[in-house]
C-alpha cells in the first residue's frame, strides 16, 4: 500500500505561484507513474500532470501544458506540481495518485488505485 499526504495549497492571485507536495510513503515513489488531478465543485475529476516511473517522463494536460511542471524527488519520496501564471480557472482540490492499473491511460483516474486526501487552491482574479 502507498500513503500520500499533498500540501501547498492556498490563495493566490491571478498570475501568481503555488507549489503542491505530495509525499508518499509504503512505497519508493520511482516505483509508479504519479499523477495530479483536480476536481472543481460540480465538475468531474480532471486529469493535470503526470511522471512516469523509473525514466520520469512527464505529461501534462492541454489547459496547464507550459504553466505547471511535474518533478519528482527519490530522496524525499515526493513528487511536485510547480504551477506558475495561475488562472482562476484553475481553482479546484488538487489530489495526487498512484497508478497500479495499466488497462488504461495515464490521465485516467481509473488507473489510479491509491489518492491523497487533497489540496485546495483558489486563484483569485
Known amino acids: 500500500q502507498v500513503q500520500l499526504v499533498e500540501s501547498g495549497g492556498g490563495l493566490v492571485q491571478a498570475g501568481g505561484s503555488l507549489r503542491l507536495s505530495c509525499a508518499a510513503s509504503g512505497r519508493t515513489v520511482d516505483s509508479y507513474t504519479v499523477g495530479w488531478f483536480r476536481q472543481a465543485p460540480g465538475k468531474e475529476r480532471e ?3 503526470a511522471i ?3 525514466a520520469g517522463s512527464t505529461y501534462y494536460a492541454d489547459s496547464v501544458k507550459g504553466r505547471f511542471t511535474i ?3 527519490n530522496a524525499k519520496n515526493s513528487v511536485y506540481l ?3 501564471n495561475l488562472k482562476p480557472e484553475d ?3 488538487y489530489y495526487c495518485a498512484v497508478r497500479a492499473y495499466y488497462d488504461g491511460s495515464y490521465y ?3 488507473v489510479y488505485a491509491y489518492w491523497g486526501q487533497g489540496t485546495q487552491v483558489t486563484v483569485s482574479s
Do not use: E, L, Y
Open 47 to 49: 486529469f493535470v500532470a
Open 52 to 54: 512516469s516511473r523509473g
Open 71 to 73: 518533478s519528482r524527488d
Open 82 to 84: 510547480q504551477m506558475n
Open 91 to 93: 481553482t479546484a482540490v
Open 108 to 110: 485516467q483516474p481509473s
